[in-house]
């Protein structure tokens, strides 16, 4: 998994890069060099975070492993198989991330930038890997090996990075369709009353039309980067935990 993610980081640099000259050319000011530092800080501190805590991480699974129902081959099919489970219970994970205030309050430093470029994908939630650790554990008591499980998250989870992007204009209709393309996840990302709590999918957008959470932006309508209310800082500090204090002192005036 390590290649791979080289390979990874080195996509993911050469896009910034190219994003960052083409914004630059055609003057459509997409980059904020403080926002996008406080992205990438909370993006290299997630991935350290993930690093050091992987033994842990699939510490807790192998254990968790031994109590499993089942035994499941690894085969092309089981890894298919978890492909799509994975994909239904990102789904419902990140929805609930938006609809439960804690769980909020963990995946909101991820909206807080104004700004929609690559470097907005690395604004990961800093605590979501022990959600992570936690929600994919029945996978695990399932019978699912914890290995396979962990390369099937990393990999929609990388995926999911190029979709955030302004370049990238609507793709053929039966992609826009399916996956998750640009177009679809930069209205996730939109603050506009109309458009929030809306298109959950990693890779896959069906889950959001099956069950009622897809929706198209309105071209009368742009779409306004951010949440409801933004917290004008470039403190990383301040953005991971801002909800967290507010929650903090609601609990505190109640």
Do not use: C
Request: without cysteine; glycine residues 2%.
């Amino acid at each position: 998994m390590e290649i791979q993610f080289y390979i990874f980081l080195l996509f993911f640099v050469l896009a910034v890069a190219f994003e960052v000259f083409y914004s630059q050319k055609h003057n459509l000011q997409l980059y904020n060099f403080k926002d996008s530092v406080v992205s990438m800080t909370l993006g290299i501190t997630a991935v350290l975070m993930r690093v050091l805590l992987k033994s842990t991480w699939l510490g807790l699974w192998i254990f968790l492993s031994q109590f499993a129902i089942f035994k499941i081959e690894d085969t092309w099919l089981v890894w298919l198989a978890l492909f799509f489970l994975n994909e239904f219970l990102f789904y419902w994970f990140h929805r609930l991330s938006h609809e439960i205030r804690i769980l909020w309050a963990v995946h909101v430093n991820h909206h807080s930038s104004e700004m929609m470029n690559f470097t907005t994908a690395a604004r990961l939630p800093l605590f979501n890997f022990v959600l992570h650790m936690i929600f994919w554990s029945p996978f695990v008591l399932i019978g699912f090996d914890p290995y396979m499980v962990f390369a099937i998250s990393n990999i929609s989870f990388l995926f999911a990075v190029f979709q955030h992007t302004q370049i990238i204009g609507k793709l053929p209709a039966i992609i826009e369709y399916i996956f998750v393309t640009p177009e679809h996840h930069r209205l996730h990302h939109a603050s506009n009353p109309t458009y929030i709590n809306h298109n959950y999918g990693a890779i896959f957008i069906v889950f959001d039309r099956w069950f009622g959470t897809f929706k198209e932006a309105d071209p009368s309508e742009p779409i306004e980067y951010g949440i409801t209310k933004n917290i004008k800082t470039y403190n990383p500090v301040k953005v991971v935990f801002h909800e967290w204090i507010d929650m903090f002192r609601e609990k505190k005036n109640a």
